[in-house]
């Protein structure tokens, strides 16, 4: 700008034109890739969903998207999701990470164990009678063992209010 000001343009324009090409860390030129844009390419196998019809329109989940589900309330957003984590938990070898960002942690896990066991457990009059039997209790613990702990699932831990947020924004 100062240079403009001063009419000094010429000036800028060498600095512009001989200027090194600059290409800031994980951005990319279609020209500096060209090569290896027509080279070998491999193709990583897709995780199929279990519904048929999902695959054929969109060939399964491939590792490192993102899937983002969204929809109006009550559409079963949370229910797919849910269904989704737990088909991968159960039919993959891959780790499995879930960011639930309008639940907490207990009741991301609530959701998986849920469909693991058959029954609504988020919900705390189906769950303290089943967990106060001591048979369905061990159920519990072991479906929690084989889901989240021998499994290695993650979910975030990040539920609260404002106030608890704040700090870290």
Known sequence: NEILL???SEVFN???QSAEPYEPDGLITGASRKEDYFSERVNEKSIPYP???LNKKIHGLRKSELVLIAGGTGLGKSTLTREL???LITNTEDNVGVFALEENWKRTYDGILSIELNKTLDLEHIREPYMANESNRKKYENAYDKLIINRGTVVNDDW???E???SVV
């Open 85 to 87: 984590t737990h088909w």
């Open 160 to 162: 609260g209010d404002y």
């Open 14 to 16: 060498q600095a512009f």
């Open 51 to 53: 519904w048929k019809g």
């Open 6 to 8: 001063a009419e000094e």
């Open 164 to 166: 608890d947020r704040k």
